[in-house]
Nanobody, 123 residues
Framework: QVQLGESGGGLAQAGGSLRLSCAAS????????MGWFRQAPGKEREFVAL????????YYTDSVKGRFTIARDNAKNTVFLQMNSLKPEDTAVYYC????????????????WGQGTQVTVSS
């Protein structure tokens, strides 16, 4: 059974930082591209960042470029999202996802999803 478990969410002040982690089990982690998505209250889920199987390629939505960094540790089956210079508009539930096809992940299609972790940024 595939499981993706996010952690690291919480409350931060604007300008602060948080680091999200997503631990994967039950799948061949290094075979999957990994991504982070978020869903704010009353809004649709949106793509945030993705990283290729070996970590050689990354891609970010424009609103987080220069502030967020995605990384992975294939030895530990874990993907990370370092979030700096947080803004109130970053407040959302953050989900990690695993997908075999790189472009599918960019467009919100994934084979597996985590349960999400809440990030709240106060002004």
């Amino acid at each position: 059974q595939v499981q993706l478990g996010e952690s690291g969410g919480g409350l931060a002040q604007a300008g602060g930082s948080l680091r999200l982690s997503c631990a994967a089990s039950g799948l061949s982690f290094s075979s999957y591209h990994m991504g982070w998505f978020r869903q704010a209250p009353g809004k649709e889920r949106e793509f945030v960042a993705l990283i290729s199987r070996n970590g050689g390629r990354t891609y970010y939505t424009d609103s987080v470029k220069g502030r967020f960094t995605i990384a992975r540790d294939n030895a530990k089956n874990t993907v990370f999202l370092q979030m700096n210079s947080l803004k109130p508009e970053d407040t959302a539930v953050y989900y990690c996802a695993a997908e075999y096809e790189y472009d599918d992940l960019r467009y919100g299609r994934a084979d597996y999803w985590g349960q999400g972790t809440q990030v709240t940024v106060s002004s």
